[in-house]
Antibody, heavy 121, light 107 residues
Framework: EVQLLESGGGLVKPGGSLRLSCVASGFTFSSYSMNWVRQAPGKGLEWVSS????????YYADPVKGRFTISRDNAKNSLYLHMNSLTAEDTAVYYCARASGRTVTTDFDYWGQGTLVTVSS | DIQMTQSPSSLSASVGDRVTITCRASQNIAIYLNWYQHKPGKAPQLLMY???SMQSGVPSRFSGSGSGTDFTLTISSLQPEDFATYYCQQSYSIPWTFGQGTKVEIK
């Protein structure tokens, strides 16, 4: 059974930093691109960042570019999101999501339960 | 960036109703369109990919159609477990973008 388990969320002050982790199980982690998607309170889903299976290709949404860094450790079946210079607009539930690997589209076929990041003084 | 617009933003329906949700892209995205169901406190679930292909395990009452800029998600007979928020997502170009969501509520 595919499982994605996020951790690392919490309360952080504006300007602060946080590192999110996502541990994967039930599939060959090193074969899949992975993503972070967030949902601010009362808002919809927003794609944050993607990383290819061997970390060769990395992409970011404009609101987080230069502040967030996505990375992965295939030996540990783990995905990370390093978040710096956090603002209130970064307050959200952050989901780890697997890209299915289908050639016809980039869809996210498995998601974690999410971890809440709250940026507040 | 490609903008995705869903309509309606919310709807009230009864069990057994046929429900249709529309998603419009700001430019031609061919069939690079996916649909998700999201319930509060739960992980989002993929329903449809490539506009009309059903994800494994999804009930057959769900169907998707469309290409280019206009897409629909249809639930042929709404069930109690279908009350949720539904999102479309384009995968034509990065940044991947989602619609604002359609909340399906009990009438």
């Amino acid at each position: 059974e595919v499982q994605l388990l996020e951790s690392g969320g919490g309360l952080v002050k504006p300007g602060g930093s946080l590192r999110l982790s996502c541990v994967a199980s039930g599939f060959t982690f090193s074969s899949y691109s992975m993503n972070w998607v967030r949902q601010a309170p009362g808002k919809g889903l927003e794609w944050v960042s993607s990383i290819s299976s061997s970390s060769n290709y990395i992409y970011y949404a404009d609101p987080v570019k230069g502040r967030f860094t996505i990375s992965r450790d295939n030996a540990k079946n783990s995905l990370y999101l390093h978040m710096n210079s956090l603002t209130a607009e970064d307050t959200a539930v952050y989901y780890c999501a697997r890209a299915s690997g289908r050639t016809v589209t980039t869809d996210f076929d498995y998601w974690g339960q999410g971890t809440l990041v709250t940026v507040s003084s | 960036d490609i903008q995705m617009t869903q309509s309606p933003s919310s709807l009230s329906a009864s069990v057994g109703d046929r429900v249709t949700i529309t998603c419009r892209a700001s430019q031609n995205i061919a069939i690079y369109l996916n649909w998700y169901q999201h319930k509060p406190g739960k992980a989002p679930q993929l329903l449809m990919y490539a506009a009309s292909s059903m994800q494994s395990g999804v009930p057959s009452r769900f169907s998707g159609s469309g290409s280019g800029t206009d897409f629909t998600l249809t639930i042929s007979s709404l069930q109690p477990e279908d009350f949720a928020t539904y999102y479309c997502q384009q995968s034509y170009s990065i940044p991947w973008t989602f619609g604002q969501g359609t909340k399906v509520e009990i009438k």
